[in-house]
């Protein structure tokens, strides 16, 4: 009787974990080199793959970055039922999360090339600005409208004030922001 034979291994690198290297290559390779900067093969190089190995994952650079912020900013974390809390905690976690390395260069590169890109934005508005969407009009118990009027307040003060200054907002200048919006929305 013949011992068994020891199963073959797979070859090339184990999938698991690719895509969280890949998140962090392309946010380091950001923050390192701006969003222009950050190019497929620059990023498949620091994560340690082949360009195609990317390319099978993701169809284009936008579609990657647009996975990548979901990664990084995660699920709304809604903790209350107090409107005010829910506004003010929203505020203060895009700010910590846009100040993070690399996520606000991400954030408004995608969003620039979105601007000309008519599937990118489809992908940026379904997939990315959906579920925080919902999630808060659900919480707040308001309309769409009015709920994208948040959002486009105060990402878009956010980002502003990382583009002009290169540092994310203070926490004074953050607790500004929240005082003014909640006079609108609380």
Not at 128 to 134: E, G, W
Request: aromatic content about 6%; some cysteine.
């Amino acid at each position: 009787m013949r011992p068994p034979t020891p199963s073959a291994k797979p070859l090339g690198r184990p999938r698991i974990g690719i895509d969280a290297a890949v998140f962090a290559a392309t946010l380091n390779t950001v923050h390192q080199l701006g969003y222009a900067g950050a190019t497929m093969d620059r990023i498949a190089a620091a994560a340690g793959v082949a360009k195609t190995t990317i390319y099978r994952r993701w169809e284009s650079k936008g579609a990657l970055i647009v996975d990548c912020l979901l990664d990084a900013f995660g699920p709304l974390p809604i903790d209350s039922d107090d409107r005010v809390e829910i506004l003010t905690s929203t505020i203060r976690w895009i700010a910590a999360k846009i100040g993070e390395p690399g996520v606000a260069a991400a954030f408004a590169g995608v969003f620039v090339d979105g601007v000309s890109d008519r599937g990118l934005r489809e992908v940026l508005s379904t997939r990315f600005q959906a579920p925080y969407l919902r999630t808060l009009q659900e919480a707040l118990n308001e309309p769409e409208s009015r709920v994208l009027l948040f959002i486009d307040t105060v990402v878009g003060t956010l980002l502003h004030r990382m583009g002009m200054t290169g540092a994310p907002m203070t926490d004074a200048d953050t607790t500004a922001l929240t005082e003014m919006v909640l006079r609108h929305f609380g």
